[in-house]
Nanobody, 121 residues
């Protein structure tokens, strides 16, 4: 099992910055893709960014490209989401996700409890 604990959310003015952290524990993460999703009130959860635990470039949804950066620190077993130039539409609960496929190709997801980000305009 993989345990994920998010932190770093809060209230920030538009144009400001926040860094979210996702502390991980449990089994090895090398097979996993680590991601961030968000859910605004009354809307479905949506993809924000992800990165392979093994490294490489992050992948982002169009609305955050150039403003958000996903990274991971293997030594600290932590995934980060650096958010800059925040906009009111970035408001929502941000969830950390660890995803892999099992031997049968089925997607296995692990989720954190979420951290609230509120951007005031």
């Amino acid at each position: 099992q993989v345990q994920l604990v998010e932190s770093g959310g809060g209230l920030v003015q538009a144009g400001g910055s926040l860094r979210l952290s996702c502390a991980t524990s449990g089994r090895t993460l090398s097979p996993y893709t680590m991601g961030w999703f968000r859910q605004a009130s009354g809307k479905e959860r949506e993809f924000v960014a992800h990165i392979s635990w093994r490294g490489g470039r992050g992948l982002y949804t169009d609305s955050v490209k150039g403003r958000f950066t996903i990274s991971r620190d293997k030594g600290k077993n932590t995934v980060y989401l650096q958010m800059s130039n925040l906009k009111s539409e970035d408001t929502g609960v941000y969830y950390c996700n660890a995803r892999r496929r099992d031997y049968a190709g089925r997607v296995l997801d692990h989720w954190g409890q979420g951290t609230q980000v509120t951007v005031s305009s």
